[in-house]
């Protein structure tokens, strides 16, 4: 791969870094958790529950050092709730996409250098390099 490839490259690498910093910038507030409907019963006598008609519920749910708290929420919290928890896996994702790039960064950055101090017309060569 030629210089000017790989430095076209580290910056595209770069610009993609800033987009999740962007990303994770941007966000202001998150659960570790998720959001499903269930059915329950309520426990008051005589209640259709009671029959199993079961009453739906949205319940809010989130891990904490390897433990699960579940809680339920209102029909109207969840999309509130809901945009939380997605929140979460937004900045979950955009955490690995962040890690991801430096390996190849680094050999982009090896690479320019090594095609810098080869160029025929390079300092390097200019200087120890004789008959070039
Ligand atoms: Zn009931």
Not at 57 to 65: D, H, M, Q, T
Request: some cysteine.
């Amino acid at each position: 791969m030629d210089i000017s490839r790989c430095r076209q490259e580290l910056k595209g690498l770069l610009a993609k870094q800033e987009k999740e910093v962007d990303a994770i910038l941007g966000i202001r507030g998150l659960i570790k958790g998720g959001i499903y409907k269930t059915k329950t019963k309520c426990g008051k006598k005589g209640c259709k529950c009671a029959k199993g008609e079961l009453h739906p519920i949205w319940v809010l749910y989130r891990s904490e050092n390897g433990k699960t708290e579940t809680r339920s929420i209102k029909e109207e919290d969840v999309y509130e709730y809901g945009r939380y928890t997605g929140d979460y896996q937004k900045y979950r994702q955009a955490r690995a996409e962040l890690v991801k790039p430096h390996r190849k960064q680094l050999m982009l950055v090896d690479l320019i250098e090594e095609g810098l101090r080869k160029e025929k017309r390079g300092i390097e060569q200019k200087l120890f390099v004789k008959g070039r």
